[in-house]
């Protein structure tokens, strides 16, 4: 419990608003997806991935938790699931040796992003996210507390930002 408070008070620090952001894509998503007005779901992580589908209006996703796809089934039906290449990937949680099999199988291609929730529920799993956005083939990553978004875009310059939301 105290791991989590220490870490939402170290996260408000480092985070920013849309007025931080200076890639247009991130700036972009940032205010006219998470920030907009439209609440989809209670749940935060849930939340923002909803608004990420609809956002992007992705057509072919892979989630690994039961409701949270029932959720998505029911919203947007004509998502497909678990095809070979996915526009967006929702994980429980991700290491890097697993983004590196996804990688490697072709589940993902340059446009797919990746999120991941519950990224500061252990120190365990932040300690996870961080190598993860490590990595060279991550170029940018959102810590959005409750969830974090990754993304593989190769024109994309490697940034990671902390933003509330």
Not at 1 to 12: E, R, W
Not at 30 to 43: D, E, G, I, P
Not at 44 to 65: G, P
Request: aromatic share 12%; net charge positive; hydrophobic share 40%.
């Amino acid at each position: 419990m105290i791991f989590k408070i220490l870490s939402y008070l170290k996260f408000l620090v480092k985070s920013t608003n849309q007025h931080g952001v200076h890639s247009p894509f991130v700036f972009s998503y940032v205010t006219q997806c998470l920030y907009s007005k439209k609440r989809l779901h209670k749940n935060k992580s849930i939340n923002v991935l909803l608004k990420t589908i609809a956002y992007f209006n992705f057509d072919s996703i892979s989630v690994n938790n039961r409701s949270f796809r029932e959720l998505v089934k029911q919203n947007f039906p004509e998502v497909q699931f678990d095809k070979n290449t996915v526009d967006l990937l929702f994980m429980n949680e991700l290491s890097t040796s697993s983004f590196e099999k996804l990688r490697s199988e072709g589940k993902l291609h340059n446009n797919s992003l990746i999120l991941v929730d519950s990224i500061y529920v252990s120190h365990q799993n932040l300690e996870q996210w961080n190598q993860l956005i490590a990595l060279p083939g991550i170029t940018v990553s959102i810590d959005m507390y409750y969830c974090g978004l990754i993304s593989i875009r190769r024109e994309q310059v490697k940034e990671h930002f902390t933003i509330r939301i």
